[in-house]
């Protein structure tokens, strides 16, 4: 039992090799383990400050700004921005979310928009930058569509779990603008058994 255990921990390590191998598919947080949607709005923590701010002016607050006291360079107390929650639809809830690191930049962005209070859309930055994005487009709470930019917010790379499985099965390269080739795992396993160009999948539609 023992050797079929670590026979399928090989295998799995074979499969995940094989799928990075093709065009560095940079450290993808594999789609196995996608944590459960998370709330889109998290309590204010024992170190952060929160201004409300109506700024449609319909009586009720729109924007919540947290801050933390920090210390700069001279030892001077200072408020950092830590996030900032917007709520777009006037209901009274959280729908957006920007997170600012040290320097004020945005490494994240979570979007409810769904509006069920939990996070359906999440978008990373680099440098100001996306890098990349998670989406839950099925709504069943867990990610199934990934997508990663170059280093000036072009698409390259799409990969999506088409079939819930909790495993991409459809993979999408982009160059210049458009879908160069589409990458689809027919029998579960985890590799690409077709290949389709962009060209004549465009055509196909
Ligand atoms: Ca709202
Ligand atoms: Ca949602
Ligand atoms: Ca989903
Ligand atoms: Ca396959």
Known sequence: MKTL?????????????????????????????????????APTSDTEQVQA??????GKPDVWVYSVTTQD???KSVERRVRKEADLNGDGKVDI?????????????????????????????????????EKDLDGDGRVDTWSYYDGSEKLVRKERDVKGTGKVDYWEYWEAGAIDRIGEDLDGDGQVDRWTKGAEAATAK
Request: with cysteine; net charge negative; glycine share 12%.
């Open 97 to 133: 979310v920007y997170w600012f690191d040290a320097d004020g930049q945005v490494t994240r962005e979570t979007m409810d928009l769904d509006f069920d209070g939990k996070v359906d859309d999440t978008l990373f930055f680099e440098k100001g930058k996306k890098i990349r994005s």
């Open 53 to 58: 701010y109506d700024l449609h002016r319909s």
């Open 5 to 41: 255990g670590l026979l399928a921990v090989g295998m799995a390590g074979l499969v995940s090799a094989g799928c990075a191998g093709h065009k560095s598919a940079a450290a993808t947080p594999a789609a196995s383990g996608a944590p459960q949607a998370a709330a889109i709005h």
């Open 73 to 75: 360079a001279s030892g």
